[in-house]
């Protein structure tokens, strides 16, 4: 369902278009989110054998945001995620670092659905090095360009957790490194597909100090994360971990095995810690942050949405505000 803030007439309807889900955004004129919806049709909704690629991506979007176009008209839509990759509906490129998130806006690719045009927002990428693997976000810039201070000019380590967590070094607005962690994958595949979830109980309740205990796990040794996880199983055959706290154990070894190794190597130990994600993760990423003594600032979950407006107005599909002297 729609969730209706105001009556202000609609400027923009944003996408925020992941491999598993589909996020959309009515937005007004000064960039409030005027109604929102959250679906499961990402792009793994199409399949590969597809023919009518732009056929199929028409119909998941007409599914998502038909009725508001029925209703306010033609709309400016702007994507970001991963409709714009390889398995999406066309291929959005990508801007080197470092990469001024105020360039996003000037470097969209466009294409035709039949329910208008869907224009969508390029990645970001780091090309290899002898010492470094090259690396790809997409999405997550849109994030970026939503949860950081366009006055801000000191140097900012976000984290955006999730299936394929990201850890970005900005300066102000300019992204200068980044590294993905697939810890989020690895939490998945093992909790639900491996032996150590014969002894699990899934539940929806929070155990913190089984949490914590695999954080300290983790952290004292991210190095030996693959001998470490086997404790999952067997501190439960010893009665040690009850059922329902198994995959809370779990987590907390994978995120303390992330956090100590990328505070190590890529976060700078000055920049503060801004986290980005669901409430849960963001709760857990903080736990783990707390207790290596950083400090931490939860940003507004709904990022993606303030960085599409504002791409929409770098790019001239909505109007910047005029600012007048009276």
């Not at 009556?7 to 923009?12: C, R």
């Not at 597909?193 to 949490?211: G, K, Q």
């Not at 954080?215 to 067997?234: E, M, Q, Y």
């Amino acid at each position: 369902m729609a969730k209706l803030a105001t009556p202000e007439a609609p400027q923009m309807i944003g996408l925020d278009w992941g491999t598993s889900s589909l996020r959309a955004f009515l937005v007004g004129s000064d960039g409030s989110i005027l109604a929102e919806r959250n679906g499961s049709d990402g792009i793994m909704a199409v399949g590969p054998e597809t023919d009518d690629l732009q056929g199929d991506f028409s119909r998941l979007a007409h599914a998502a945001i038909g009725d508001w176009l029925n209703e306010h008209g033609p709309l400016p839509i702007l994507a970001c995620g991963m409709i714009g990759s390889t398995q999406g509906v066309a291929e959005a490129g990508y801007l080197d670092l470092p990469a001024d998130l105020y360039a996003l806006g000037r470097n969209l690719t466009s294409v035709e659905l039949n329910i208008g045009e869907l224009h969508i927002v390029p990645g970001l990428q780091k090309t290899s090095t002898e010492a470094t693997a090259p690396d790809v976000i997409r999405g997550e810039e849109t994030q970026l360009l939503g949860l950081l201070d366009a006055e801000q000019v000191d140097a900012t380590t976000v984290i955006l957790p999730g299936t394929h967590t990201k850890w970005v070094s900005c300066q102000g607005q300019r992204v200068t490194d980044f590294s993905t962690s697939m810890s989020g994958e690895m939490f998945g595949l093992l909790s639900t597909s491996s032996i150590l979830s014969r002894l699990a109980e899934p539940t929806d309740d929070f155990h913190p100090d089984a949490f914590d205990w695999g954080l300290s796990v983790g952290a004292d040794n991210p190095g030996g994360l693959t001998s470490s996880i086997f404790s999952a199983r067997t501190w439960a055959l010893d009665g040690r971990l009850r059922a329902e706290e198994v995959n809370d154990y779990l987590s907390g070894m994978l995120i303390g095995a992330e956090v100590a190794g990328q505070l190590t190597t890529t976060a700078d130990p000055a920049a503060p810690v801004i986290v980005c994600g669901s409430a849960d993760l963001t709760m857990r990423y903080s736990r783990a942050l707390r207790r290596q003594g950083r400090q931490t600032a939860n940003a507004d979950p709904r990022a993606a949405a303030i960085g599409l407006f504002h791409i929409a107005e770098q790019s001239g599909l909505v109007p910047t505000k005029e600012i007048t002297n009276d």
